[in-house]
């Protein structure tokens, strides 16, 4: 048998075509790493072919155009009979399949023995490398984390297996009208707004963050679920952005009452159109179904001409475990990572092995990798917020406590660590208490371990959830508390040695009024005959004695009553907050008294124009008592001026004279 000794630039090339059909071992210098001599037992004619075998992959297919067509499917990555990736997938290029392929390796060396080689699963067939073609998974291996298992594919696009409920947030994708626009949409791709631009701009602001490691939590601004397909709204400057599906979902239920949604990041006021007319002003046009079609198909693209992928999010989220929400920004590559923790080359989630180290005889019935994934696969459906979502009563419990103020400990019930994910079970109800997501799920594949028949109970609340463990989905049982993970990480001073978050529903809903909920000046000032305005309700409508500090101005109200946000909020408190079930009359006018406010969207607004005039007047030392004043409106807040009474500008003249 000949000795083929290869040149040094075509070694790599040949270890990597060579290596399947190597039978005898290979020499290598230990120092050098490099190889000396091969001794492989085939000719020169057909070594010669195996070089051409270089180019196998470079054509595509017909099973390529199948997955560009498809408009939404989840499939594998995984090998079915080992249960891992493949090493080298590939198809003939006559396959039309996408959910299966086989080995290189194997169909070259069915190839080199028979002349032919049979997909396994079609017609398609292959007589030479060159009818062979990479499939799709070769570039998902490089898009996506290792621990990835499944991907959701979308017109070819394939962004991390989605978990949501299919009819409500993934038929979206089965509409051409949402499919045309989803496209078009990943065309678009704005860097001086992404992620890692809108960080690296305030790195060259602020000196003060130059010191520190900036985190991002990967939540939806509307939902709270974990992002799949980040967008961001045209206009926004902020970190956080919002869930496609979660868009378009809110869409859906809404475009015929509001033409507009409101960003729901605090201290933002931005806009994204969801209708491309306000249907409240038309409220009996008659329409057909052709209509409504069309109605339909103008307002999905003006969503989608307000909103575009965050392109660098979405390749750090596809890169990260499907499991993970939280990143940070690399300083020194300028790109957005995954947050982990790299304890001898594995992944190791602080959480779930503190718990694991806590508990007795865990590590002899699981190892701690594989405990790690089962908790994180858990982790991936919990954290869609399903059972929030689907559970009516649940969700209205959890919104009756959005503006309440209260102190929640942030200290897990079993690590001891600050709580980045706050979960609680569907029959708490005390909602200042809470525990991470991952040592929730961690005591129940724990309590699963040790036995099936065992009932399982709530760690916070003690009661009981099934009467055997072998019984119960942890999914359809706990829930991330939506309102605590829309401040949390805006005040980290819990995490400073307190672990006490003190969560100030009072100030949020405020913040609430000055973002979305106001007239603002400069609409009321241009609608003014006169700049000049006697302002003469100075006391609040509700308490006699409160002066007006922070202005809600009744819109419906015959009289335009104003009453004082701290007014406002205790009448709230009185109704448990539940302003949409309880009546919440803060009017005694006929009219007021006869329609109780049920939202506020329409009925309550802050009054910024006359917020800025009672700052002015209570400056003034000597008329802040006055039951009224007059405020002259320049086009700048800095030119405005409180106008004193005549009798006052005769008293200043008389001094100034004596």
């Not at 602020?206 to 980040?230: E, G």
């Not at 926004?236 to 507009?260: G, V």
């Not at 965050?310 to 995954?338: M, V």
Request: with cysteine.
């Amino acid at each position: 048998m000949p000795l083929i000794l290869f040149e040094k630039e075509t070694e790599q090339k040949c270890i990597d075509i060579l290596m399947p059909f190597m039978q005898q071992q290979i020499i290598i210098d230990n120092l050098s790493c490099e190889i000396k001599q091969l001794y492989i037992y085939f000719d020169s004619f057909q070594i010669k072919q195996m070089l051409n075998y270089s180019n196998v992959g470079k054509v595509q297919g017909q099973s390529i155009e199948i997955f560009n067509s498809i408009n939404i499917d989840n499939s594998s990555l995984l090998n079915p009979q080992t249960n891992a990736r493949y090493e080298h997938p590939v198809l003939t290029k006559n396959c039309q399949h996408i959910n299966y392929c086989f080995e290189k390796t194997m169909a070259l060396m069915e190839i080199s023995n028979k002349n032919i080689y049979k997909c396994p699963f079609c017609d398609g067939q292959a007589n030479s490398p060159h009818d062979l073609v990479d499939d799709w998974r070769v570039n998902a291996y490089k898009e996506f984390n290792e621990y990835t298992q499944d991907v959701t594919i979308i017109k070819g696009i394939m962004v991390h297996r989605y978990m949501r409920n299919k009819k409500k947030y993934l038929d979206f994708f089965t509409k051409n009208v949402n499919i045309i626009q989803f496209k078009q949409m990943f065309y678009r791709f704005y860097k001086e707004t992404s992620l890692s631009s809108l960080i690296q701009q305030d790195l060259q602001k602020y000196y003060a963050i130059n010191q520190q490691k900036i985190n991002f939590w990967s939540f939806c601004l509307k939902d709270r679920v974990k992002i799949t397909i980040p967008v961001r709204i045209f206009g926004c400057n902020h970190y956080e952005c919002y869930e496609l599906t979660s868009l378009l979902f809110y869409q859906q239920q809404n475009r015929k009452k509001k033409e507009f949604l409101e960003c729901n990041q605090p201290g933002c006021s931005n806009k994204l159109k969801i209708a491309h007319k306000d249907y409240t002003k038309y409220p009996d046009t008659p329409s057909t179904q052709e209509m409504d079609e069309q109605e339909n198909f103008l307002d999905v693209q003006e969503l989608f001409s307000g909103i575009f992928v965050d392109q660098d999010l979405l390749d750090a989220i596809k890169l990260s475990n499907p499991s993970s929400q939280k990143f940070y920004y690399n300083k020194e590559t300028g790109k957005i990572q995954e947050d982990l923790n790299i304890v001898n080359g594995q992944p190791v989630d602080p959480f779930i092995y503190q718990f694991y180290q806590n508990q007795p005889g865990l590590s002899t019935i699981v190892k701690f990798q594989e405990f790690q994934k089962l908790i994180q696969q858990q982790a991936i459906a919990v954290s869609q917020g399903d059972l929030l979502q689907e559970n009516k009563d649940l969700n209205k419990q959890v919104n009756l406590y959005k503006y309440r103020n209260y102190k929640v400990n942030m200290k897990d019930k079993f690590t001891n660590l600050s709580i980045e994910y706050p979960v609680r079970c569907r029959l708490c109800t005390n909602l200042e208490i809470c525990m991470d997501m991952r040592s929730y799920i961690a005591e129940y594949i724990y309590r699963k371990k040790m036995s099936l028949i065992n009932p399982f109970c709530c760690p916070l609340c003690n009661q009981k959830l099934s009467e055997q463990i072998l019984k119960i989905n942890i999914v359809n049982q706990i829930y991330l508390d939506s309102n605590m993970l829309s401040y949390m990480f805006k005040d980290m001073s819990y995490s400073n040695g307190t672990q006490i978050f003190d969560y100030k529903g009072e100030q949020y809903m405020f913040q609430e009024f000055l973002d979305r909920q106001k007239i603002k000046r400069e609409n009321y000032v241009a609608e003014l005959r006169e700049r000049q305005v006697l302002f003469k309700q100075l006391f609040c409508i509700i308490n006699p004695n409160q002066r007006i500090k922070q202005p809600l101005i009744l819109q419906k109200c015959p009289d335009r009553k104003i009453v004082d946000f701290a007014s406002f909020y205790e009448e709230l408190k009185k109704i448990n907050f539940d302003y949409e079930n309880q009546y919440l009359i803060l009017c005694r006018c006929n009219y007021c008294n006869k329609n109780p406010i049920k939202t506020f969207v329409g009925n309550i607004y802050f009054h910024e124009a006359f917020y800025e005039a009672l700052n002015k007047f209570y400056e003034i030392k000597e008329i802040e008592n006055d039951n009224e004043f007059s405020y002259q409106f320049e086009d700048t807040r800095e030119n405005s001026y409180v106008i004193k009474n005549q009798q006052q500008q005769q008293q200043k003249i008389k001094i100034i004279m004596r």
